[in-house]
């Protein structure tokens, strides 16, 4: 299930009203992106660009069919519409009137920052501007290049930057627990402070493989941050999802691990634990049988990160007077229910299965 239709961001996530072109005042031309042999203008709000027609219709179909498209007798504005619904562009809806500028065809991005269009025009004519293995990159620049490659559908660009944020939000418990740093650096800041520009992103990108990642991340925070912080920038089908789901899953950690916990005094233990009988008749091999549920107190029993739950720290944490092999049985209990609830995760925000949503990634 896609989360498109849910999310507006109300216009709060850098996305910014369409802007009226005056010639007797343009912006400034971009130093670095004006070439003179270049043969069309792009405008922005705040700078022009001197590009090629043939390297943009080469890696964005957007371009390509507006150059393609017969060229109206007035003029022609690109985008104005385009982040009112799906992200995706059509030439035919987007065409408005033609002028030049300088003897050359005059486009106006309208609605895209000039910042933001540098980063997508730097990306396509310089091979070495964005490299997804490094993870110092802004993430300005990260979601730029999200939102407009796939505004103008440069997919060489959004599969790029999809395989990086994938790193960060991937699809396997494994490979997430060993990222699942919230104190840990990521595209310039805390990894903490990027996952809910992340999730609007990814949202208005419609990167649903992305999306029950995102929307676990985020579950990192407290009810009262969400609402202090951030709830003003999402909207309201969106924040159900994220609230609704935080909910399901601290309900289903604190109930797998009670489940398992509530094993560790029954009978059946005795097949695995070599001092079960002399425990139960009141010698000390092993001490685990005679644990109550004190433990059923412990901060693990109210979390969302499946992280803090991993088998040999509940263990370490609640269950320490065992023998290695009910300490080891238990733990790896709890590491197949962590795997198993990590499965069912898509659901617990409202999506199909991570089959399905593999399924959709453009490769």
């Not at 504005?77 to 987007?94: I, K, P």
């Not at 925070?221 to 089908?237: C, Q």
């Not at 969302?304 to 007077?321: F, Y």
Request: negative net charge.
């Amino acid at each position: 299930m896609s989360h498109s239709n849910l999310e507006s961001q109300n216009d709060n996530d850098g996305v910014q009203a369409p802007f009226k072109f005056e010639p007797s005042s343009p912006p400034p031309e971009d130093g670095h992106l004006w070439f003179p042999d270049g043969n069309i203008v792009l405008a922005t709000d705040s700078r022009l660009f001197c590009v090629h027609k043939g390297v943009l219709a080469l890696q964005s179909t957007v371009f390509k069919d507006m150059f393609d498209f017969p060229t109206p007798s007035n003029g022609q504005a690109l985008g104005e519409d385009a982040m009112d619904g799906d992200v995706g562009l059509e030439a035919e809806d987007v065409l408005e009137k033609q002028e030049m500028y300088g003897g050359r065809q005059f486009v106006v991005l309208a609605g895209d920052r000039g910042e933001d269009v540098v980063h997508l025009l730097r990306a396509i004519y310089e091979r070495e501007y964005y490299d997804r293995d490094n993870d110092s990159t802004p993430l300005e620049i990260i979601i730029a290049l999200l939102l407009l490659s796939t505004k103008y559908d440069v997919p060489s660009i959004r599969s790029e930057v999809v395989k990086h944020l994938l790193r960060h939000y991937p699809t396997s418990l494994t490979d997430f627990d060993a990222v699942d740093d919230n104190a840990h650096d990521l595209f310039g800041r805390k990894r903490l402070d990027c996952h809910f520009d992340l999730l609007r992103a990814a949202l208005k990108a419609d990167v649903d493989i992305l999306l029950p990642g995102l929307y676990y991340a985020c579950t990192a925070f407290s009810i009262s941050d969400i609402f202090d912080k951030e709830a003003h920038t999402l909207d309201l089908g969106t924040l159900k999802v994220l609230l609704v789901g935080a909910r399901r899953l601290e309900s289903a950690i604190r109930s797998l691990l009670l489940l398992i916990l509530d094993g560790v005094t029954s009978s059946s233990r005795a097949s695995i634990c070599p001092g079960a009988s002399a425990a139960a008749a009141g010698g000390s091999q092993c001490k685990i049988h005679r644990r109550k549920r004190s433990f059923a107190m412990s901060s693990m029993f109210n979390t969302t990160r499946l992280v803090e739950v991993k088998g040999k720290d509940v263990v370490e944490h609640c269950l320490k007077n065992g023998c290695e092999a009910c300490r080891a049985s238990i733990a790896a209990g709890i590491d197949d229910a962590r795997t198993a609830l990590w499965g069912r995760m898509p659901g617990v925000f409202e999506f199909s299965s991570w089959e399905v949503l593999m399924a959709t990634v453009k490769r």
